[in-house]
Antibody, heavy 120, light 107 residues
Framework: EVQLVESGGGLVRPGGSLRLSCAAS????????MNWVRQAPGKGLEWVSY????????YYADSVKGRFTISRDNAKNSLYLQMISLRAEDTAVYYC?????????????WGQGTLVTVSS | DIQMTQSPSSLSASVGDRVTITCRAS??????LNWYQQKPGKAPKYLIY???NLQSGVPSRFSGSGSGTDFTLNISSLQPEDFATYYC?????????FGGGTKVEIK
């Protein structure tokens, strides 16, 4: 069974940092590009970042560019999101999502999400 | 960035009703339009890709159509498990963008 499990969320003060992780299982992790997508409380979905299967191609939403860094460790079947200079508007559930089979920027499946709360 | 606009933002319907949700892109995206279903407290689920292709395991009462800038998601006969929020998303260009969502509620 394909599974994605996020961790690392929590409460952080504005200006603080946090590192999210996503553990993948049930598929050949190194063969798929991956994404982070977030959802502010009661709001819609916002794509955050993309990383190709080999880590060489990376994209960010303008809202996080320069503050967030996506990375992956294919040997550990893990995806990461390093977040610095956090703002209140970064408060959201963060989902990791695999690119669908044979696709780019189509998201399937998704993890259960991890909540990041930025507040003083 | 390509803006995606969904309508309506919410609707009330009864079990057995036919439901139609529309999604409009701010520029042509060919058929690079996908639909997701999200239930409260859960992650989104991939329903339809490239406008009209049902993901494996998705019931045939769901269908999608459209190309260019205008797209629709249809549910032919609404079932109790279909009450959820539906999002469209374009995968034509980076950044991928989502519509604001359509919440389907029980009448």
């Amino acid at each position: 069974e394909v599974q994605l499990v996020e961790s690392g969320g929590g409460l952080v003060r504005p200006g603080g940092s946090l590192r999210l992780s996503c553990a993948a299982s049930g598929f050949t992790f190194g063969g798929y590009s991956m994404n982070w997508v977030r959802q502010a409380p009661g709001k819609g979905l916002e794509w955050v970042s993309y990383i190709s299967s080999d880590g060489r191609s990376i994209y960010y939403a303008d809202s996080v560019k320069g503050r967030f860094t996506i990375s992956r460790d294919n040997a550990k079947n893990s995806l990461y999101l390093q977040m610095i200079s956090l703002r209140a508007e970064d408060t959201a559930v963060y989902y990791c999502a695999r690119d669908a089979v044979g696709a780019t920027l189509r998201f399937d499946p998704w993890g259960q999400g991890t909540l990041v709360t930025v507040s003083s | 960035d390509i803006q995606m606009t969904q309508s309506p933002s919410s609707l009330s319907a009864s079990v057995g009703d036919r439901v139609t949700i529309t999604c409009r892109a701010s520029q042509s995206i060919s058929s690079y339009l996908n639909w997701y279903q999200q239930k409260p407290g859960k992650a989104p689920k991939y329903l339809i890709y490239l406008s009209s292709n049902l993901q494996s395991g998705v019931p045939s009462r769901f269908s999608g159509s459209g190309s260019g800038t205008d797209f629709t998601l249809n549910i032919s006969s609404l079932q109790p498990e279909d009450f959820a929020t539906y999002y469209c998303q374009q995968s034509h260009s980076t950044p991928p963008t989502f519509g604001g969502g359509t919440k389907v509620e029980i009448k």
